[in-house]
């Protein structure tokens, strides 16, 4: 067995590697989706859009899910350790085993899992273990997708300890071994991303039942005392410990986005030919945030087509009046796209500018993945608030 940890020993860096590179991407790829990507267009399906997580709390997920995946890549070693020395039976040549065997094996680590998933954590939620296994991922009432493996070090040790066990039984290939992580990262840090990307059939329920969605883990969140499945409901539902409302609380995230899901299949349905109604062009004057700017819309000199707006009043010494910092505004169907430009730097952005009510816009400039975005108030806004004190 020591010369099996020799020989393993080099090993070590690229198994660590690879642990953390598949939390850092796992998490962080869902994180950025749902809350810069997708996420824009699936707001309205966010669990709890009254609540958004600091700062702190990620910082603090993060460092706990360092932490396990530390050990994790320690557990990743003494397979590697035991697959050298002949004690798992661990192969190198799909062929030997063949692909059906080759797919039994994901799906069989897969299955075996949920089972194992299920009622240790059944099993650390009993009042004498709670807090020196489980309390440290509850800290994250409110997770994201950076809690994936918020773990107490005994519960870490326990997760990791299914699969040398689970090896044990069940032959596998590296590559299956390499899906099957990949798996358990991206399921766990989806079902703590705090936004519904499960789909729904038109009554609300979900279309793979048997499936655990975003929904039925952050109600696990919420309550503690249900909801214990990882990737699927049935030990749940076999057990009697599905949540009671799981289904009505899926249905009010699913049907939240039934108007982002019609304006996604309408936007389709204009690529393809298809006419719609537009908004109308954007006019008038606008205030800027912090009422340091009045801007004028209008249409452009160069192009009546499209919508500009100019600077036609400043309170900051800074910036002049006539400059053109909004161009190219052309009419969606949530609102107008275009150009915006930073009237300090001359740094162009595309924007999007969407009419909240009649006297509020949302604008949001983004440089490639990053965004920014405003709340600019109408000139008649501001004077009626002006009437009655500062607004």
């Known amino acids: 067995m020591f010369d099996a940890f020799l020989t393993a020993l080099p090993f070590y860096p690229a198994i660590l590697a690879e642990d953390l590179l598949r939390y850092v991407l796992g998490a962080g790829l869902v994180h950025l989706c749902v809350n810069l990507g997708i996420g824009q267009w699936l707001r309205h399906r966010r669990i709890h859009p009254d609540r958004r997580p600091g700062r702190q709390q990620i910082l603090a997920e993060i460092g706990a899910s360092l932490r396990t995946t530390l050990i994790f890549s320690v557990n990743g070693f003494l397979i590697t350790v035991g697959a050298v020395a002949g004690a798992l039976p661990i192969y190198l040549d799909i062929a030997a085993r063949g692909w059906i065997w080759f797919a039994a094996s994901v799906s069989l680590l897969i299955l075996l899992h949920d089972a194992w998933f299920y009622w240790t954590h059944r099993l650390m939620h009993q009042p004498q273990l709670y807090r020196y296994l489980h309390r440290e991922h509850h800290r994250s009432f409110r997770p994201t997708a950076f809690a994936a493996y918020r773990f107490d ?154 919508t500009c707006g100019i600077i036609t009043r400043s309170w900051d010494p800074g910036i002049a009046t006539g400059v053109l910092i909004i161009t190219d505004l052309g009419p969606t169907r949530a609102g107008w796209a275009g150009r915006l430009i930073d009237p300090e730097t001359g740094a162009r952005y595309k924007g999007r500018i969407e009419p909240l009510d009649a006297d509020t816009l949302r604008l949001e400039g983004c440089a490639g993945p990053i965004c920014r975005r405003q709340i600019w108030r109408s000139a008649r806004w501001l004077r009626a608030a002006l009437a009655d004190g500062p607004p």
């Open 153 to 306: 070090v005994l519960e870490a040790l326990v997760q990791a300890a299914y699969l040398p066990v689970a090896l044990a039984v069940v032959p596998a290939h590296p590559l299956a071994i390499f899906l099957f992580t990949s798996h358990m990262i991206l399921r766990d840090a989806v079902a703590h991303s705090g936004i519904e990307l499960f789909p729904a059939r038109k009554d609300g329920r979900p279309w793979l039942g048997w499936l655990t969605t975003v929904t039925h883990h952050d109600l696990h969140h919420g309550t503690a005392h249900w909801n214990f499945g990882l990737y699927f409901t049935w030990w749940d539902r076999l057990c009697g410990t599905e949540h009671p409302e799981y289904l009505a609380r899926f249905a009010r995230s699913a049907l939240r986005a039934s108007a982002v899901l019609l304006f996604c299949a309408g936007t389709l349905a204009a690529a393809a030919g298809t006419v719609f109604a537009e908004t109308a062009p954007l006019r008038g004057s606008w205030v800027t945030e912090g009422a340091s700017l009045v801007v004028r819309f209008d249409a452009c000199a160069d192009d009546p087509g499209t």
